[in-house]
């Protein structure tokens, strides 16, 4: 079966997941995370593709972005990709692929959902006992989001602009979002959505998205399996 072009609404951030080969390491060292970082931000800006968020895990990235156009994402992440591949095998004397197919993307509701992402990325680190807060791990944007540390590989959306008049007061008013457990339905909602690379928002902007491309925006029903109309309903609730 012919794979559908990736939805995509201009302005509209994408939530993008990208998973090491059979779930191996794609980062054994320091200087790995550092080149992957260095290479995303060239290709980031090569090709007008604004970061709002990241994470690098030991066996998958994720990077919340707006592209500035339809292909801006897909150029970006095959070429920064390609490069990164070439430089992780010549580094570690192995061959081969080192990425798993497709990167999966999700366009993102940014009224509803969008900070929600941005914390659900910059706590992959915690909810995988690697740390026990967001601020000790040193390969996300949680360093530049929260405590301020310039990150040239960052653009604020507008909504992260919006929390504050000054940088203390954006900083201050986004480390707030971080107390407390994310709730079990917004967890489920973004992995629903990223698993099966559908939209992630409401039915307002689900239907928005269904008419400016003409694809369904979410999986249609089937009774009473998890896919259900009712199921989807309770995520957003």
Not at 180 to 190: C, K
Not at 195 to 204: I, P, Q, S
Request: proline letters at 4%.
């Amino acid at each position: 079966m012919a794979r559908l072009p990736r939805l995509f609404l201009p302005g509209c951030a994408q939530h993008v997941i990208q998973r090491g080969n059979n779930r191996e390491a794609c980062f054994y060292t320091e200087a790995d995370y550092k080149a992957y970082l260095s290479m995303l931000k060239d290709a980031a800006l090569k090709y007008e593709v604004a970061i709002h968020a990241f994470v690098l895990m030991t066996n998958h990235v994720h990077l919340l972005m707006t592209p500035g156009d339809e292909q801006s994402i897909s150029r970006m992440m095959q070429a920064q990709g390609r490069k990164y591949v070439q430089y992780f095998n010549f580094t570690h004397g192995r061959s081969g692929t080192l990425w798993e197919g497709r990167y999966k993307s999700t366009l993102v509701d940014a009224d509803n959902y969008l900070l929600t992402v941005n914390r659900y990325i910059e706590l992959n680190p915690v909810r995988a006992s690697m740390v026990t807060h967001a601020s000790e791990y040193p390969w996300s944007s949680y360093q530049g989001n929260a405590l301020g540390k310039p990150i040239q590989l960052l653009t604020p959306h507008l909504l992260y602009r919006r929390l504050g008049k000054t940088a203390q007061e954006r900083q201050m008013a986004y480390r707030a979002l971080f107390r407390g457990r994310m709730p079990e339905q917004e967890l489920a909602a973004i992995r629903e959505a990223s698993n099966k690379a559908w939209v992630l928002g409401d039915d307002r902007f689900r239907r928005q998205i269904e008419a400016k491309t003409g694809r369904r925006a979410v999986p249609a029903g089937r009774g009473g399996d998890r896919k259900s109309a009712r199921y989807l309903e309770s995520l957003n609730q």
